[in-house]
């Protein structure tokens, strides 16, 4: 980003030079082969396709590896290990396959450090989130999971939950292991067999995964995952072989994906886009409602599908709020994810970022009012400072689209009436917040929230006993918890 | 003069739509033959401009409805038990009278179809407590995940069993909050037509339950497009039908539950009074909030 005459202020916290270089976790050295196979059966192994892709790290423009594109014969390939690896892994009996999700939980604990510098290397994001957030809560993912395997009997009253078969499941680039997780583990968990596409962005944790499948001996075939791009994506939905789709990932190729599956009697669950509302009312804890609006937008970059992009203030407090927010921004450190004080990472490809600009450019030039902050950016990877936009009308871009990326949009209401009518104005429906200290408010507010996940007085809190799923169009089938087993089990009576 | 000389009053048999029972804007009807094809009755035959007028009404209706009391809508739901069971002898005459199997036949289905109303009516203010729950996340949080109504629901009934199709289909979605636009068995639509007159009894807000006559195929493009419904339930669907309604609802990723059941499944009890009939036509909301003092 080229910085803006707007944002000349100096930081009113200025830490000097307090916060140099600090290299987290300390000495972890991971080692990164110079190209991946695909994962198949339980083996990997080079493309029939011979054809490979760039992995590049995002905060130095550096390649890491190359990693398989997979062809429609490497997709039927993984999907047969799929389809035969079923009869076996479903009939095994319950407690043992808990066992070997255990299993893989525990791997993930043990090897989180790697993991996590791993995930920070491939994808840009700030190393305090992949060791705190990203990684813990993949191998929650597993231990919550594994757990029910044998459960499933006392879930749903009078009904009786068999597993579906073979589950095909892309994901984002986002979160790229906890993605995995969040759909490898209720999958397995169910008796399922998958087949995995990482985004082509991401591919590195998902086939380290691979290697803990190996080293806990789970069968071959259960899971197999498939890098590549769309065409990868495309063929794996399309195969006749496929009894779910699972896709998180934006709107627009989820409705593409429910239209190439109509009519085939494939079960389909979406997670997809979001333009979430995080709502301050005049008597909300400014302060946490401040760090609320923060964790909510620049967590992760803004690379979150429930991000807190439209924050409404309620006009008694805006300029408060704006004040406060100015500070709180102004002290965000943006640059090397590898170092434990960074709060914002690298934008996750020079493609996303490319949108990214695009869209602060539509907010400029239809007529909101830009900041960003002071910060300095690193001068090779891709960066984007933490941006906001103020007199935001709803009719603009920015408010409506989801961008994917640290830009904020702040309008403000009058009445909590205004609020809820501004806020459901959207056909997204993923999260929203709300933030009062008033008990009633906060529930009125929250149950007429048209989100599948509304945050009180906090955001972007998860966990893997909490179901996740948007309302409208933000997708449907829920991921997490007891009603996220729904996605991978047929009900019998 | 005997009895038979006294001409019939007949009954003009209209849509239902908005808690009004208007006939179909298109001027179109259709004839209803019994079993030996001689004419019964005229219905209307509804177009899409009635679909869409169905619409806009169940959803103009649709936050009143979710905003009852669960323990309203119970009541609501038992009074149009009430009212059925009331027309049970008109619903069975009209049902025999195109339907094969007879009118005892007839009676059995119209008594299951008031018993189902029942459990529906029931289940309004327990469904949440079975679908939804707490949820122990690691961290100082009060988080739980309630069942919410999705908003406006198309309901496709079956050709066959056409009233207890019908219900079977209706009562999980307005149970859940839902309001309804209904297009009946095409086959055999008099218990559709009929049905508004219960509606119309039973407290059952206007707008909450619109009824259609009318040629299916006509009006399943037009449904499943339609960008202000926000999920579908159908039975009885040929793949075509199910494609066309699927193809249809990626537009606006609306939720279409297709239900393969037929004959003796309509009366199976433990199937078809489960509360995971209820399940496809609510959104799941977890609500989290902090927890400390």
Redesign the interface.
């Known amino acids: 980003m080229s910085p803006s005459p707007k944002t000349a202020s100096k930081p009113e916290l200025d830490f000097g030079n307090a916060w140099e270089y600090a290299a987290a976790p300390e000495g972890t050295k991971v080692s990164i082969e110079p190209k991946y196979g695909l994962f198949v059966n339980g083996e990997f192994c080079a493309p029939r396709s011979k054809r490979y892709m760039d992995s590049i790290n995002p905060a130095t423009e550096e390649v890491l590896s190359k990693v398989a594109i997979a062809n429609q014969a490497d997709v039927d390939k993984a999907v047969a290990a799929a389809k035969a690896a079923f009869p076996k892994w479903k009939r095994l009996k319950p407690s043992e396959r808990a066992k070997y999700l255990f299993r893989i939980a525990r791997r993930i604990q043990e090897r989180a450090r790697e993991l996590a510098v791993l995930e920070t290397l491939d994808g840009g994001k700030p190393i305090k989130e992949s060791r705190d957030v990203d990684i813990p809560e993949a191998a929650k993912h597993f231990f919550y999971h594994a757990g029910w395997a044998d459960k499933l009997d006392y879930v749903f009253p009078g009904r009786k939950g068999t597993p579906i078969g073979v589950c095909a499941q892309i994901i984002p680039w986002n979160f790229p292991l906890l993605m995995a997780a969040w759909k490898i583990a209720p999958a397995l968990a169910c008796g399922n067999t998958v087949v995995l596409k990482p985004a082509e962005t991401t591919s590195l944790t998902a086939l380290r995964l691979a290697e803990i499948f190996q080293e806990v001996g789970l069968p071959p075939g259960v899971v197999n995952i498939v890098t590549g791009a769309g065409n990868t994506g495309a063929a794996l939905a399309a195969h006749k072989d496929v009894k779910k789709l699972a896709f998180t990932g934006s709107t627009g190729v989820g409705k593409e994906l429910a239209r190439n599956l109509a009519g085939s009697g494939k079960r389909l669950t979406l997670e997809l886009g979001g333009k979430s509302p995080n709502i301050i009312f005049e008597d909300a804890s400014i302060d946490q409602a401040v760090d609320g609006v923060v964790q909510g937008i620049y967590f992760n970059q803004g690379h979150v599908c429930c991000a807190g992009s439209r924050l409404f203030v309620q006009e008694g407090v805006m300029d408060e709020v704006l004040a406060r927010l100015k500070v709180r921004i102004e002290s965000l450190r943006v640059g090397d994810p590898l170092d434990k004080n960074t709060d914002l990472g690298a934008i996750n490809s020079i493609g996303q970022l490319a949108t990214i600009k695009r869209y602060i450019e539509a907010g400029n030039s239809e007529g909101a009012q830009m900041f960003q902050s002071a910060a300095k950016l690193p001068k090779h990877g891709y960066w984007c400072k933490p941006t906001w936009f103020t007199d935001v009308q709803p009719s603009h871009t920015i408010a409506r689209e989801e961008i994917f990326g640290p830009v904020l949009s702040v309008m403000s209401f009058r009445t909590p009436e205004e609020a809820l009518m501004r806020a459901n104005n959207t056909p997204y429906g993923l999260a929203a917040g709300v933030w009062t200290d008033k008990g009633s408010k906060i529930f009125e507010i929250a149950s007429r929230l048209k989100a599948g996940v509304v945050w009180c007085n906090s955001y972007n809190r998860f966990d893997a006993a909490s179901p996740f799923g948007g309302f409208k169009q933000s997708g449907f089938g829920r991921e997490g918890g007891r009603q996220g087993l729904l996605s991978y089990l047929e009900l019998k009576s | 003069m005997s009895t038979t000389d006294r001409l019939a009053v007949l009954k003009t048999y209209k849509l239902f739509i908005n808690g009004a029972f208007p006939r179909t804007e298109s001027g179109r009807t259709l004839l209803v033959e019994d079993k030996k094809g001689n004419p019964l009755a005229h219905l209307c035959h509804a177009s899409r401009k009635d679909l869409r007028n169905s619409v806009v009404a169940a959803r103009k209706a649709a936050p009143g409805w979710a905003k009852r009391s669960a323990y309203n809508r119970t009541q609501i739901l038992y009074r149009m038990a009430e009212m059925l069971e009331g027309k049970s002898e008109e619903f069975a005459a009209a049902i025999a009278s195109t339907v094969p199997g007879g009118k005892s036949r007839a009676s059995k289905e119209v008594a299951a179809a008031v018993d189902r109303l029942v459990a529906f009516a029931g289940w309004a203010d327990k469904f949440g407590q ?2 939804g ?1 707490n ?5 100082p ?1 009060y ?1 739980f ?2 069942a ?1 109504p999705m908003g406006v629901v198309c309901v496709v009934a079956p050709a066959e069993e056409p009233l207890l199709g019908l219900i079977s289909l209706l009562a999980p979605v307005i149970c859940a909050g839902n309001t309804a636009v209904v297009v009946g068995s095409t086959e055999h639509p008099l218990a559709t037509a009929i049905l508004g007159e219960v509606c119309a009894t039973s407290d059952v807000p206007a707008g909450v339950i619109n009824l259609l006559t009318g040629l299916r195929p006509e009006l399943l493009e037009v449904m499943a497009g339609h960008r202000d419904v ?1 999920g579908i339930s159908a039975a009885g669907c040929a ?2 039908e ?2 066309t ?3 249809g ?5 609306k ?1 279409v539950t297709v239900d393969s059941s037929k004959g003796k499944d309509w009366y ?1 009890l ?2 078809m009074n ?3 009939r209820i ?1 496809p036509f609510v ?8 927890s400390g003092a």
């Open positions: 079975v679908l729950c949820n122990p996340v690691a961290a949080f988080n995940t309630i919410e926000d793949k075509a199910r494609t309604l699927e193809l609802a990626a537009e606006n990723l939720r199976d433990q199937k489960s509360p995971y399940q959104e799941m909301k977890t609500i989290w909030h902090p």
